[in-house]
Nanobody
Framework: QVQLVESGGGLVQAGGSLRLSCAAS????????MGWYRQAPGKQRELVAT???????NYADPAKGRFTISRDNTKNTLSLQMNSLKPEDTAVYYC?????????????WGQGTQVTVSS
């Protein structure tokens, strides 16, 4: 099992910045992908950004140029630096770890952290 704990959410004004962190523990394989997803009220959960264990990152269009995902494999931590925040970034942000074990894709989720951007 893998446990993920997010932190760093909060209330910020439009144009401000926040940094989210995620601490992973448990049976983490060397090769995996970690990422941030978000879910706004009444909407489906959507991808924000992912990063592989070798450092390759991928961003959804709304995050490009404003958010930066990073990870520390030695500490099993994941971060998301969010700049130039907009009210439409308001959502619960979830940390995800995906790894493959014995041919099965396993997804683990944190409990989520609320980000609220006021206009």
């Amino acid at each position: 099992q893998v446990q993920l704990v997010e932190s760093g959410g909060g209330l910020v004004q439009a144009g401000g910045s926040l940094r989210l962190s995620c601490a992973a523990s448990g049976r983490i394989l060397r090769i995996n992908t970690m990422g941030w997803y978000r879910q706004a009220p009444g909407k489906q959960r959507e991808l924000v950004a992912t990063i592989t264990s070798d450092g390759s990152s991928n961003y959804a269009d709304p995050a490009k140029g404003r958010f930066t995902i990073s990870r520390d494999n030695t500490k099993n931590t994941l971060s998301l630096q969010m700049n130039s925040l907009k009210p439409e970034d308001t959502a619960v942000y979830y940390c995800n770890l995906r790894q493959i074990f014995l041919g099965r894709t396993l997804d683990y989720w944190g409990q989520g952290t609320q980000v609220t951007v006021s206009s």
